[in-house]
């Protein structure tokens, strides 16, 4: 080898020597920046995850916005599954639909838009899995039912071709029914469509689902042959998913009611029936399912009766002290309208048909009924010569017909029955409150010896019924009956309005924690059920009619109801009106603001012997257009639990309160630092609320009566543990 040809084989050998340093150096850096980035991509998980625990225990703490800030904070830097869809389930717990949803929807945000590399592929597919499956359960559960069917088919998409996973089963049948219930074709179609690309797993959900929707698709199209032949088909030679034949009993009954043949309606329910005990789902289910089957065949046969208590019993469902979250509860108010219509009780079948509309506002069935009654009602008032049937209920006579009081007042309380309903009830010619149910009282004055008192009912169509009651006053006679023979329940709705839809109102920090710490007060010292304290967070018009409709449904003359109110208010000058902003309010649309004059209505049909109204919003003192505070102590407690009572407190007069609620402050702590077994409201205020808030801001809170909700003496009464 010459010389020239060694020094080219030294410089080669040297450029390739060159060439794989650099590779390796190049590899060397691209490793380590890639142990760096996973090193810093963990580091994140860990920060985030500490952040989520000290949030949990804030929460825990009842220091609600500085947990959820901390939660945000936590996804922004890592989304984790115990960070904000934990703090949805809490919301959803809460009572806060909406904030519950909203919180999920940034969640969701977060990770379809997550950084390249931040997460492997099949830990995102897992975390799309739980967040769908969580959000569909909790909104089929207690939320936003149309919500659940979308989350549902979400969750079904991330199953094309492969086999569904574990929270398929129930999802798979909630979203199947509630699409059908609210004829939404649409999803049912996505849903069959979804289910048919699906692998086999070992109950072969998704050849359930797709005969599910499939079967509810024809009776919706109304190919009702083809419906019944699949269906009998599947019972007779299985459909190849666990339990078909038990399944397609099950869904018979609603191939046959979709087209109003009643006789194989009945017939298919009860071999639903005989099928139950082959159905591992549980005995109290198909009670329940069966109830309102039967309600419908017992109004189908005009048991009016029979089927308004299987309807209300259906309505009114609860499970596990909660109450269900029933999506088709308004064709049932339609049915048991239909009854109270076969029974002639107009009034009666007018409320269910527009509750029917409040859950539905489309429903054709309600629509068409209130256009039928007002037909009937026309007519019934032009012939009707009945006159309304009159009982009294209060005072109640041991002996005779003369009762024995003693004290210089009493209150008259009872019943005025007529099908077409009732205009007016008086008491000596003096006007008295009637509810639209029949349900009257008023209070009126003894002297001494035989009174004599005229109860006269009119209706719509001017006939008078009437009662007569004497009532012998003196000071040495006892009552002959208590006028309470039984203990009542103590209920309260808790309504907070923190988040506004509108940007040009600005949202609020503490109407939910204040809520909330008055929900534990009411539950931890005194006789408050948690199964009957309903909250309603973030609530829009249409929630709050609905939860008042559903405490009608639920309380009893002797039971008693705390309603607080805490968000933005705001007064009308121009019109004198106050008026409370849910949600869904619009600042320069007063149609979207609720009036006084609705929240006194809506309480003014509450049937509670006690009710006990808590605002704390601006302008909040605007809700009293009657009497104001009555500076006189307290009689005793058993006289001022004799009469009924409608009793306001609020954080203010006619003026705007501060931010933040130095009266809710005070409030809290006076029912947590009682120490009396009887606590009235009115004492509360003037001992412990009134001078604390005035002393400690510029606002004057209110106590007083709501005269136009019902209220004719008397208090509302905390009673310890």
């Given at each position: 080898?010459?010389?020239?040809?060694?020094?080219?084989?030294?410089?080669?050998?040297?450029?390739?020597?060159?060439?794989?340093?650099?590779?390796?150096?190049?590899?060397?850096?691209?490793?380590?920046?890639?142990?760096?980035?996973?090193?810093?991509?963990?580091?994140?998980?860990?920060?985030?995850?500490?952040?989520?625990?000290?949030?949990?225990?804030?929460?825990?703490?009842?220091?609600?916005?500085?947990?959820?800030?901390?939660?945000?904070?936590?996804?922004?830097?890592?989304?984790?599954?115990?960070?904000?869809?934990?703090?949805?389930?809490?919301?959803?717990?809460?009572?806060?639909?909406?904030?519950?949803?909203?919180?999920?929807?940034?969640?969701?945000?977060?990770?379809?838009?997550?950084?390249?590399?931040?997460?492997?592929?099949?830990e995102i597919a897992n975390l799309f899995e739980q967040h769908y499956s969580q959000r569909a359960s909790l909104n089929f559960e207690s939320g936003d039912s149309r919500i659940a069917v979308?989350?549902?088919?979400?969750?079904?998409?991330?199953?094309?071709?492969?086999?569904?996973?574990?929270?398929?089963?129930?999802?798979?049948?909630?979203?199947?029914?509630?699409?059908?219930?609210?004829?939404?074709?649409?999803?049912?179609?996505?849903?069959?469509?979804?289910?048919?690309?699906?692998?086999?797993?070992?109950?072969?959900?998704?050849?359930?689902?797709?005969?599910?929707?499939?079967?509810?698709?024809?009776?919706?199209?109304?190919?009702?042959?083809?419906?019944?032949?699949?269906?009998?088909?599947?019972?007779?030679?299985?459909?190849?998913?666990?339990?078909?034949?038990?399944?397609?009993?099950?869904?018979?009954?609603?191939?046959?009611?979709?087209?109003?043949?009643?006789?194989?309606?009945?017939?298919?329910?009860?071999?639903?029936?005989?099928?139950?005990?082959?159905?591992?789902?549980?005995?109290?289910?198909?009670?329940?399912?069966?109830?309102?089957?039967?309600?419908?065949?017992?109004?189908?046969?005009?048991?009016?009766?029979?089927?308004?208590?299987?309807?209300?019993?259906?309505?009114?469902?609860?499970?596990?002290?909660?109450?269900?979250?029933?999506?088709?509860?308004?064709?049932?108010?339609?049915?048991?309208?239909?009854?109270?219509?076969?029974?002639?009780?107009?009034?009666?079948?007018?409320?269910?048909?527009?509750?029917?509309?409040?859950?539905?506002?489309?429903?054709?069935?309600?629509?068409?009924?209130?256009?039928?009654?007002?037909?009937?009602?026309?007519?019934?008032?032009?012939?009707?010569?009945?006159?309304?049937?009159?009982?009294?209920?209060?005072?109640?006579?041991?002996?005779?017909?003369?009762?024995?009081?003693?004290?210089?007042?009493?209150?008259?309380?009872?019943?005025?029955?007529?099908?077409?309903?009732?205009?007016?009830?008086?008491?000596?010619?003096?006007?008295?409150?009637?509810?639209?149910?029949?349900?009257?009282?008023?209070?009126?004055?003894?002297?001494?010896?035989?009174?004599?008192?005229?109860?006269?009912?009119?209706?719509?169509?001017?006939?008078?019924?009437?009662?007569?009651?004497?009532?012998?006053?003196?000071?040495?006679?006892?009552?002959?009956?208590?006028?309470?023979?039984?203990?009542?329940?103590?209920?309260?709705?808790?309504?907070?309005?923190?988040?506004?839809?509108?940007?040009?109102?600005?949202?609020?920090?503490?109407?939910?924690?204040?809520?909330?710490?008055?929900?534990?007060?009411?539950?931890?010292?005194?006789?408050?059920?948690?199964?009957?304290?309903?909250?309603?967070?973030?609530?829009?018009?249409?929630?709050?009619?609905?939860?008042?409709?559903?405490?009608?449904?639920?309380?009893?003359?002797?039971?008693?109801?705390?309603?607080?109110?805490?968000?933005?208010?705001?007064?009308?000058?121009?019109?004198?009106?106050?008026?409370?902003?849910?949600?869904?309010?619009?600042?320069?649309?007063?149609?979207?603001?609720?009036?006084?004059?609705?929240?006194?209505?809506?309480?003014?049909?509450?049937?509670?012997?006690?009710?006990?109204?808590?605002?704390?919003?601006?302008?909040?003192?605007?809700?009293?257009?009657?009497?104001?505070?009555?500076?006189?102590?307290?009689?005793?407690?058993?006289?001022?639990?004799?009469?009924?009572?409608?009793?306001?407190?609020?954080?203010?007069?006619?003026?705007?309160?501060?931010?933040?609620?130095?009266?809710?402050?005070?409030?809290?702590?006076?029912?947590?630092?009682?120490?009396?077994?009887?606590?009235?409201?009115?004492?509360?205020?003037?001992?412990?609320?009134?001078?604390?808030?005035?002393?400690?801001?510029?606002?004057?809170?209110?106590?007083?009566?709501?005269?136009?909700?019902?209220?004719?003496?008397?208090?509302?009464?905390?009673?310890?543990?």
């Amino acid at each position: 080898m010459n010389h020239r040809k060694l020094i080219s084989l030294l410089f080669c050998g040297r450029i390739i020597l060159l060439i794989a340093l650099v590779i390796n150096s190049s590899s060397s850096f691209s490793q380590r920046r890639e142990e760096g980035r996973s090193y810093k991509n963990e580091d994140k998980k860990t920060d985030a995850d500490k952040m989520c625990s000290r949030a949990w225990k804030l929460w825990k703490n009842d220091k609600y916005l500085e947990a959820e800030n901390l939660y945000y904070k936590a996804n922004e830097l890592f989304p984790l599954p115990n960070g904000l869809p934990v703090l949805a389930a809490e919301k959803m717990k809460l009572g806060d639909v909406k904030g519950a949803n909203k919180t999920w929807d940034i969640y969701r945000q977060s990770l379809i838009t997550m950084p390249t590399g931040l997460m492997k592929a099949s830990e995102i597919a897992n975390l799309f899995e739980q967040h769908y499956s969580q959000r569909a359960s909790l909104n089929f559960e207690s939320g936003d039912s149309r919500i659940a069917v979308e989350a549902t088919i979400n969750y079904m998409e991330l199953f094309r071709g492969k086999k569904p996973g574990g929270s398929a089963n129930t999802l798979f049948d909630n979203a199947c029914k509630v699409a059908f219930f609210l004829e939404d074709r649409k999803s049912l179609q996505t849903i069959n469509e979804l289910a048919k690309t699906m692998e086999k797993n070992m109950f072969n959900v998704a050849r359930r689902c797709e005969f599910f929707s499939g079967v509810f698709l024809l009776i919706l199209d109304k190919k009702y042959k083809e419906a019944e032949a699949w269906v009998l088909d599947v019972m007779k030679n299985k459909g190849g998913f666990n339990g078909s034949g038990d399944w397609a009993e099950f869904t018979l009954p609603y191939v046959y009611l979709a087209q109003e043949d009643y006789e194989k309606f009945e017939n298919s329910v009860q071999i639903a029936k005989e099928g139950r005990p082959k159905l591992l789902i549980g005995e109290g289910f198909f009670e329940r399912t069966f109830r309102n089957f039967y309600g419908i065949i017992d109004l189908h046969k005009k048991k009016y009766q029979e089927a308004i208590i299987k309807f209300t019993g259906y309505i009114e469902r609860r499970a596990f002290g909660r109450r269900v979250n029933q999506v088709d509860q308004f064709r049932y108010y339609c049915y048991r309208a239909e009854a109270h219509e076969g029974l002639g009780e107009i009034d009666k079948a007018k409320k269910d048909y527009e509750a029917a509309l409040l859950y539905s506002p489309g429903f054709e069935p309600a629509i068409q009924g209130l256009a039928r009654l007002e037909g009937k009602i026309i007519a019934e008032r032009k012939t009707d010569k009945t006159p309304p049937q009159v009982i009294i209920t209060e005072p109640e006579s041991a002996r005779g017909v003369i009762v024995e009081a003693t004290g210089n007042d009493l209150m008259i309380k009872g019943t005025a029955t007529d099908p077409g309903g009732i205009r007016s009830v008086t008491i000596n010619g003096e006007k008295v409150f009637s509810q639209e149910n029949g349900n009257f009282w008023g209070n009126v004055t003894l002297k001494e010896g035989i009174n004599k008192f005229i109860v006269v009912a009119t209706d719509f169509s001017g006939n008078a019924g009437e009662k007569t009651v004497e009532i012998k006053q003196g000071s040495s006679v006892s009552v002959s009956k208590p006028a309470i023979e039984k203990e009542g329940k103590n209920y309260a709705l808790l309504i907070g309005c923190q988040n506004y839809d509108d940007g040009n109102i600005p949202s609020l920090e503490d109407p939910i924690p204040d809520a909330v710490r008055l929900k534990l007060t009411l539950k931890n010292n005194y006789n408050f059920d948690e199964d009957n304290i309903f909250t309603l967070f973030n609530p829009e018009q249409s929630d709050l009619k609905k939860q008042f409709l559903e405490i009608l449904e639920m309380i009893q003359p002797e039971d008693n109801l705390v309603i607080f109110y805490a968000g933005h208010g705001i007064w009308v000058e121009k019109e004198k009106k106050g008026y409370w902003l849910l949600t869904d309010a619009k600042l320069n649309d007063v149609n979207t603001w609720v009036p006084n004059k609705t929240v006194l209505d809506l309480i003014g049909r509450i049937p509670s012997r006690h009710t006990l109204l808590i605002t704390d919003a601006c302008f909040s003192g605007s809700v009293f257009r009657t009497r104001g505070l009555n500076t006189d102590m307290p009689a005793p407690i058993q006289q001022l639990n004799a009469k009924i009572s409608r009793v306001a407190i609020t954080s203010g007069n006619d003026t705007e309160v501060p931010d933040k609620s130095v009266f809710m402050k005070y409030l809290i702590k006076a029912l947590a630092e009682n120490k009396d077994k009887y606590l009235t409201a009115q004492k509360m205020f003037i001992s412990q609320i009134l001078e604390a808030v005035m002393t400690e801001t510029k606002t004057e809170p209110r106590y007083g009566t709501l005269e136009a909700s019902g209220h004719i003496g008397g208090d509302f009464i905390f009673t310890r543990k």
